[in-house]
């Protein structure tokens, strides 16, 4: 009886503490920025892979486009895989393409494309 009373005082802990190490490892990730058109040409494709993988994901913008200066809120809160550094790629309306590597999603608040880089800002 005295070992069923310790347990049950004990499980709640566990699941306090295991919740805490969640968070602490990058598990409890947020995945959303502002992605900023810094350049004189048009997205017309935006990609984020894990930096693990060696292939690009699907076409974040899907059939949208970015027009220069213009701004949108990217939201990957759905991809719950426990990845949090991932490659990026934007693809303009010539062709040409500028890529970014190892982009930590649940620190970044806002991703910048210029003509010839990808640059971040931390703010989660």
């Known amino acids: 009886m005295r070992t069923m009373l310790r347990l049950r005082a004990i499980i709640p802990l566990l699941a306090l ?20 058109n810094r350049s004189n040409k048009t997205i017309v494709a935006f990609f984020a892979s894990p930096h693990a993988s060696n292939r690009w994901e699907d076409n974040i913008l899907g059939s949208d486009s970015l027009e220069p200066g213009l701004r949108d809120g990217i939201d990957m809160k759905s991809d719950q895989r426990h990845y949090s550094l991932y490659d990026i790629k934007a693809v303009f309306a010539d062709g040409t393409k500028v890529e970014g590597a190892r982009f930590n999603l649940c620190r970044v608040a806002y991703i910048g494309v210029y003509n010839h880089k990808v640059m971040y800002r931390n703010g989660h």
Do not use: P
């Not at 503490?17 to 992605?35: H, I, P, Q, R």
């Open 17 to 36: 503490a295991l919740m805490v190490v969640t968070s602490a490892t990058g598990l409890a990730c947020d995945k959303s920025f502002v992605l900023i």
